[in-house]
Every structure is written in C-alpha cells, then in structure tokens.
C-alpha cells in the first residue's frame, strides 16, 4: 500500500491561531462606525471592517500550501493469513480499526483464527474479546494459533450458569425429537408457536444478556488497548445481535479508533452487521451464497438443493466452505468495491 | 578493616521504621503488663520533654505531645532483618552481634565501593533508605568500630544528621579517647553482669576517669593490681587495640513484615495505606539484596469484638460472611490456620491471600494495585488487627527486548490488566488456553497468560508457510450448547428448532452423520454421542451446524455453528 492520507487543518496538532489584536480592530472599527458624524456609509464600512480583518486573520493564521501540509503515514499493512483476502485489502492496517461482518457461517470465524495464527506466528501477542464466549479452542489448535500467545476473554457470564459436564446436559434434557406419526405441517406449526412463545419470554432476557456481555467487552478493550503491547486485539461480535450491537455509541468506537491509532496494534472488530461506522479503516462484508452452497461438500452433493441425493447421510462428508468477501469500504485504498472468493477446509479435509 | 551499624534506641527506631510520620514528634516505648507498663526506650524529643526510661507509663501520659507505643517484637524483629539486609548488600560477612548492633568485614570492598568514607557514608544512606536511622563506624578492629559507633550519639546527640566516623589505622586511641565511659558497658547486659559492670564504672568515675583516654593513659601493671584482668581488657578496649575474629552469619532469605494496630481497620482504604508502607519496606529490603520476588503472602489476622460487630457492620466494610475461610489461592484448606486468642471478648481467625506473579516483579505499586484488587475481589469481611506481608524472594527477570522483536506487553502492566479484567469477566474466564489430553469436545482449561519478551518466537512455520496453509472451517461453540427440537425422517434429522435462539431453525438442507464418540466411560462423567453436520436454510441464508444426539441422556443440542 502506498497511498496516504492527507491531514486537514482540523486534524489534531494542527490548532487554529486567533489574533487578540485584530479582535479589537473590528471592534474599534464597529464603534467608529456607530458615530452619529461617520464620513462612511455603513455598508462600505462594513465591507472595510470585514476585509481588514480578513486581512488581519489571514496574516494571523499560517496558511501553507497543499504540498506542505502534514502527511499521514500510511499504515503497515500486515498479511491477514489468507492470501486471496490480502490480494483483495492489501492485509490488515495497523493503527486502525477493521471491521469484518456477515452472518452465522459466513467465514467470519475462519478469517479470525487466520489472522490470530499469522500473527502469533510472527511473535506477536494476541487478544481475543470474546462476547459470547464461543471460541473453540480446538479450532484454534488445528489452525495453527500459538496458543500461550492468545489472550482469551471470555465474556458473557451469567451467575448461576451450569458447567458443560455431559451430566448437565443429560440433566438439561435438551430438545426432543419429532419421530412420532404425526404429519410434518403440523409438527412445523406446533414447534414453530412453541418458539414464538419461548422467543417472547427471552427476548427482554437475552438483551439484558447481551448488554451485559456489551458491557464486558468494552470495559476489557478499553484496558487492553491502554495495556498495549498486543499485535492483534479482536473484538468478537459476532453472536451478538444487530439491534443490541448498534446501541454501542459511537463516540467509543472513536476513543477504541484514537486509542489505537499510534500503537502496532490491529484492532479487528467481528460482527454480523456494520456498526462502527466511519470509525473503522476497512469494512469487509463476508457470506456464503445459496449459489455457492452446492460446493461445500466434496462431491457427493447435487447442485441443486431439491433434487434428491439418495445417498446415506453417513457417505457425505462436509469439507469446505467457499466464502465471498466484499470490500465495503477502505479509507486507505481507495478503489471500488470488489469482491474474492476463497476457500475455507475443515479440520478433517486433511 | 571492620564496620559497625548500631542503632540507638533500637524500640524507638523499630516503631519509627513502622510509622515515619512520628519522625517529628516525641516518641516513647513501654512494655509490661498493666498496670505495671514502664517506658524503655525514648527519643531526644522525648528525653528534652522530660521523659527517661524507667518512668511508668501513666507519668508519661501526662506530656500532652508524647507518642506513646507498646514494644512490638514484630516491628523489631523486621527492623533487624532489614539492618541484615542493609549490611548483606555489602559484604558477605557479618556478624549479627546484637539485635540493634551488627559488624561487617570490610576487606577488598575498596575496589567495589570506593574508599572506606564512601562505603561508610553508602551503608548510612542504606540503612536510612531501610527506613532505619543508624550510626555507622569503620576501624582497624571490629570493637574499636563498635565502641566508635555507640559513642557517636552520646558525643554529637541526635541533632547531627550524619553519625558516620572512620577512624583511620593507627588513630584509634585518639578518636575513642573522646568518648564517655558508658560506652564501654553493653546495653544487653542483665543481671549481675550489669550490676558488676556498672560498680567498675562507679569504681573508675571515683578515680576520676572520665572518657576513654584517660582510661588508656592509666599504667598497665597498677590497673592490673586493682581491677584484675577486666581492668587490662577495658584498658584495651579503650585503646582500640582489642581485636578479635567475627562470627559471619548466613541469614535466612525472610522478608517479612507486620504491623499490629492499636485499633481494628474497617475500611479497605486504610489498610492500602498500610499495604504501601509495607510493600515499600519489603521492596526497598528485597532491592537491596538484588531480588524480585514472585510470590506475595498477605495474612490478616481478623478480630470480631463482642459489642463491636453491630458497630462495623453498617460501617461500610465489604462483608462476605465466609470471608475468613478463604482459602490461599492453589492451597488445601487445611492452608488456612485459625486461631483463639486468649482473650474471651475477642475472637480471631486469620485470612489469607497468595499472590502468585507469573515474573518476578520489584514494584510496589503494582503489588498494592493487584492486592486492592484482590481484597476488592475477596474482602476479608471483619475488622484487621494485624497485618503480615511475606514475599518469597526470586532471581530478578533478566530478559531484554530486542529491537527487532514484535512489541509485547510490559508484565507488570499486563498483570494489572489482567487482574482488572478478571474483576469484570471473573477470575477463570482470563487467560491462555491449554488443551487437555482428551477427546471430550471442551477439553481445554484457561490458564495464566504469560508475556515473556524472551520467548521464542515459533521457527517451525515460516509466515509464507502460514499464508499457504488454507483457512480452517472455524467452529463456533454455543455455551451452553442449545437444546433443540428436532424432527427426523428415517432416523434423520430434517428440521432444526432452537427455542433458546430464533435464528436457529430451519429445513435441513443437507446433513453429514451421524458420527459417533464416546469417552471417559470410567469416570461418573461419562459421555457418548452422535455429531450431525447440518446446512440449515434460515430465510435466504445457509447456516452451518453441529447438532449432537446425546446418547446418555436422549437430548438433542445444537453445539455450535461452523464459521
């Protein structure tokens, strides 16, 4: 990447210069004008008022060319462990904030773990803020993060939540299963109205959950980016709800965007929808499309989702996934958006 | 060549050590039983007000300004291992003479320290940076060092700053000549050794023997005839020409500190002052010896008075009504020792935290931040009365960060940060992961995050090796996994309902399985299922999951989501 950013004259460690003299110039001025003898006309006086002190501020404040005003250095843009999204981004920036979102199984998780391995195995440390605590670890391994370099901050706990012993499962009962007689509408309708009634219950319940778990993640950014010393800080988003997401104000986005800006930091936000807005360097936009749904197995499935595939489920083997990525926005490149596709293997594709 | 620290009025300066604040007020110390308590020991403050030992303590109640405190062998016994301290940073021999009087070997230390004004003057400022205002003297022999520092506050008072002396080879009958004779009687006499050693002085103040030069100048043989053999040993001793050989010790490596209060501390905010004093204390002992350590033990012993509970109760105190039966953090139980004190009114068990560091770490502030947070996280949950700090020294970190290296985080900050994320996610839920030997799908544990500059960065993969690795189908895990309804077509699963999440549900598009596992069948937790890999179609999107037939208990959960 070889483009910069020029500064204006708003941005920071430029200050505007304010002359107390030419203040009193116009005042003077205004109250000559106000004399009942004045040899001036009003609207001409005016008109020399604002001109000398245009003059005056003009002389006050330094105004210097284009060419010499202060350039940004570009940030330096680190490989994000997947070369095609490189070959789209040019890597992940340093110093900025990036935002990558998409739905459930749109690659998000994939391009996270790839950055946190290219980063932890070029040395560096990494923190991952994890909203809902849903990374899995195993993931991690087999992705080749250095796991005594990763930073894991598990959000999101409820006082009073069960361990995960296959006991509490058992003693949890989960769901059950519909193999009665009973025709397949109406066994739709039943669980559906039974989810609507569930969903109506939760909903206030899982919000306080998300803002809490919210709450959590930005208290822990905020140390982590004071702490500083981390190559790659993710804020993982991505089972948090839009609507729950965008109450985040924007003015934190700018102080986690400020506070990272001179550091070698990268801070990588995971979301379903955008929500950073302006703050963020660069937006990818990732999903898996129905039309490239076909090509996640590795041969046994049709193209066409109605057909029928009468092999047994036990012969199909899900290896692959083909994720489209979209370039939104980038402040530091900027060209129109495009899009890449690439490849994700699962960990027993081998 | 031989040094001598002495300290004067050891009581006095041991609780000065303890509360620097009375530097500038009269201070007396008294011990003994009530109401037979007797003052010990004074300052020159004290002294000019009119205050001696040997006065009870209701006479000195009545000078309105005395500071009046009671003997504490705690903060005496911390003054002396602080003097050792002090006096094992220079040289590896020493003598614990007394416990306010230490004596060390100075030979070949000139090259080190410079000459024996500058390591004079070094070891004062030492002990003042102890907290610990000492005289210090350098002679030929080692009692001629001693007799030279117990004179210097008889013959300048406490009014001089300094008290350092260095008597060159050869001078010390004329700089000893000076001294009164009270130098020659050892304060740690008792009983008859005392009462015979203050006759001989009353004996020779008859005769007009006044200091130590006219002692010296008396003739051997007629000394001899009258005072016998202790006479030529004073005479001796006043000449600066009694040597001897020292008794090096090897202290132990304890660095401890303690501080009992008049009146219990309610309030978190007070005990962090104390904390500081302390943390500095064993900073400044532990910098002395070029050590760090890694481990901090803070005991609270907790007193609940009969008649004052209801008192501390509304008082503000965090309460955690089994806070005394914290247990030290990575210790049995049995860690925690509970005591009756023999007063019936007041009933006092001991609370006990262990801070672990990952590095050593000499910073006594980020000490005290990591234990406020600590106390903050676990408060004690009744008033202190008694506070010890230990600290179990280690080798000083000696990494170095390379110019070239990636940038990691400073430990003593990281541990902060750490401390302070884990008040707000919890205390396990921060960290590194480390996989455990099993198959279980959560088979992992979270431990401590470790940030060395020195660790090796992985030579195994190249980043070029990295970049052609292709991206892993990640999966993310729902905790708990989701319950799910699910409805089957020959055994299948073909429509996926989570209850607990909307967004989960759907037509089965497409499903792989199902693939057995099992483990830990001998242990109580044992599982066993079937793993479904589903494409469920939610409106226009596809989503990936992992959906789990418990074969133990018959549920069906959606256990995550690939992406």
Known sequence: MSSAVVSTSAAPGRPFLFDDESEAEVCSASAESKRPGGKHSPESVAASVFQSAIGNRQSAISLAPASRLEIRPAPEMITSGIPDLDALTGGLPRGCLTEICGPASSGRTSVMLAALASATSRGEYCAVIDASDSLDPHSLAVAGVDLDRLLWVRCGELKGAPSLSPRFLRRQGGGFDFSSPLPLNSQKKESESRCRIASVKDSSRSQRHSEHCLEQVLRATDLLLESGGFGLIILDLADIPPQSARRIPLTTWFRFRRAVEHKPTILLSIEQQPIAGSCSSLLLQLGVLSSQFSVISSNQFSKNPDARDWRPSHAHLFTELKIDAELIRSRLDRKPARSITFDTKTAWAG | ?563
């Open chain 2, 1 to 563: 060549m031989f040094a001598c620290i002495y300290v004067p009025n050891f009581p006095v300066a041991a609780a000065l050590r303890a509360e620097p604040e009375l530097q500038a007020c009269p201070v007396a110390i008294f011990e003994g039983k009530p109401p037979l308590e007797q003052i010990i020991a004074v300052n020159e403050r004290a002294r000019d007000a009119g205050i001696s030992p040997g006065m009870t303590k209701a006479q000195a109640e009545l000078c309105p300004d005395l500071a009046l405190r009671q003997r504490s062998p705690l903060q005496e016994s911390s003054a002396h291992a602080a003097l050792l301290d002090c006096a094992q940073s220079f040289s590896p021999v020493v003598e614990d003479t007394a416990q306010d009087t230490l004596l060390l070997d100075l030979a070949g230390l000139e090259s080190l320290f410079g000459s024996l004004t500058k390591i004079s003057h070094a070891i004062f400022d030492r002990a003042q940076e102890l907290g610990v205002k000492a005289n210090v003297a350098t002679a030929v022999n080692p009692n001629a060092a001693l007799l030279a520092a117990r004179g210097l506050a008889m013959v300048h008072g406490e009014a001089e700053n300094r008290k350092v002396m260095v008597i060159p080879p050869g001078k010390e009958a004329e700089r000893l000549g000076q001294l009164p004779m009270e130098v020659l009687v050892d304060d740690h006499l008792e009983g008859d050794q005392r009462e015979e050693a203050a006759s001989l002085l009353e004996t020779l103040n008859r005769w007009g023997i006044r200091n130590l030069r006219a002692l010296a100048a008396l003739p051997e043989v007629a000394l001899s005839e009258r005072l016998g053999q202790q006479g030529l040993h004073l005479q001796k001793l006043a000449r600066g020409a009694h040597t001897r050989t020292l008794v090096p010790v090897e202290p132990p490596l304890i660095f401890e500190e303690a501080v009992e209060l008049d009146h219990p501390i309610v309030l978190l905010e007070p005990l962090a002052f104390l904390l500081n004093r302390l943390l500095e204390q064993i900073c400044v002992r532990l910098a002395s010896r070029a050590l760090a350590t890694q481990e901090l033990r803070l005991t609270l012993e907790l007193s609940n008075l009969t008649g004052v509970d209801d008192e501390f109760d509304n008082a503000g105190i965090p309460s955690e009504s089994d806070g005394s039966k914290e247990t030290m953090r990575g210790q049995p139980p049995s860690a925690v020792r509970r005591s009756e004190a023999p007063q019936l009114s007041r009933r006092s068990t001991q609370f006990c935290r262990k801070l672990s560091l990952p590095l050593p770490m000499l910073d006594a502030k980020v000490f005290l931040k990591l234990l406020q947070l600590d106390l903050n996280a676990h408060p004690p949950g009744a008033p202190i009365v008694k506070i010890h700090l230990s600290a179990e020294p280690a080798r000083p970190r000696s990494a170095q960060g390379g110019l070239f290296l990636p940038p990691a985080p400073e430990p003593e900050k990281l541990e902060l940060t750490l401390a302070r994320i884990a008040g707000i996610v919890g205390e396990q839920r921060v960290g590194a992961v480390e996989l455990l030997d099993t198959h279980h799908p959560e088979g992992f544990r979270m431990r401590r995050f470790v940030a060395e500059v020195a660790r090796k960065t992985p030579q195994n993969k190249t980043p070029d090796a990295a970049e052609a690795q292709a991206a892993i189908t990640a999966l993310r895990r729902f905790r708990p996994p989701l319950g799910a309804n699910v409805t089957l077509q020959n055994a299948q699963p073909m429509r996926l309902i989570c209850p607990a999440k909307r967004d989960v549900q759907g037509d089965v598009l497409w499903k792989a399985g199902p693939w057995r596992f099992s483990g830990d069948w001998w242990e109580r937790d044992a599982w066993s299922r079937d793993e479904w890999d589903l494409a469920v179609r939610n409106g226009e999107t596809i989503a990936f999951y992992r959906l789990v037939h418990d074969l133990l208990g018959g549920g069906w959960f959606v256990e995550g989501t690939y992406d």
